[in-house]
């Protein structure tokens, strides 16, 4: 029963302590440093990261944040090797099971000093993964998650296109708006797809077991 909810449980128990960092934090935002409290539209996550927010207190929020940034890559790590059981192809089912893997480092290394590098290799990989997933899903009969696959990446590009553009009005809402829909497609593919629903796509390799 634990190991068939793992990703469920994983993800509810990293935003329960998503929350409470953010409960917890104290004050300021990027453009207030007397605003109170976090702002969904005015703070980013790694905010709750940091020694001290951006009001210059000492930030309690930290260890909370910690914590779900363990555990959310983990839980999405697991989907990952569970997903790519179903996948048909070999190559790509190595690429979302080991890409998986090794986002977990990538993500918790977001919170150290190599932010920047490790932001861009973790959302990389995890949406490269994303992106395979997609192709495969577009193949199936799932519509409803077609269209959230769709969703998913179009929110995406779209703040790459923010942050390439500097537009930093709007990153922080797509950040949060990204987290959310991604992990609404993540924990509709773990529990209401199954292998039966890849396995009349035809490519070039299959294989019966990763």
């Known amino acids: 029963m634990m190991r068939k909810y793992a990703v469920l449980i994983g993800i509810i128990i990293s935003s329960v302590l998503m929350a409470i960092a953010i409960w917890v934090y104290p004050d300021g935002s990027m453009y207030d440093d007397t605003a109170v409290g976090f702002s969904w539209s005015k703070n980013f996550i790694s905010n709750l990261f ?54 977990v480092l990538f993500t918790f290394l977001t919170v150290t000093r190599l932010h920047d590098l490790m932001l861009i290799i973790s959302t990389s990989v995890f949406w490269t993964c994303i992106i395979i997933i997609t192709v495969f899903v577009l193949k199936t009969k799932l519509q409803l998650f077609k269209l959230l696959c769709v969703i998913c990446l179009l929110f995406f590009y779209y703040s790459v296109y923010l942050w390439a553009t500097s537009n930093w009005d709007l990153l922080p809402i797509t950040q949060k708006v990204n987290l959310g829909t991604s992990t609404l497609l993540i924990l509709g593919l773990e529990y209401f797809s199954k292998k039966e629903d890849f396995a009349g796509i035809k490519t070039g390799k299959t294989r019966e077991t990763l």
């Open 50 to 103: 940091q020694p001290r927010a951006l009001n210059g207190a000492e930030n309690p929020s930290v260890i909370w944040a910690y914590a779900g940034m363990i555990l959310f890559p983990v839980s999405y790590a697991i989907f990952f090797i569970n997903m790519a059981q179903k996948i048909p192809d070999r190559n790509a089912g190595y690429i979302i099971k080991y890409g998986g893997l090794a986002n």
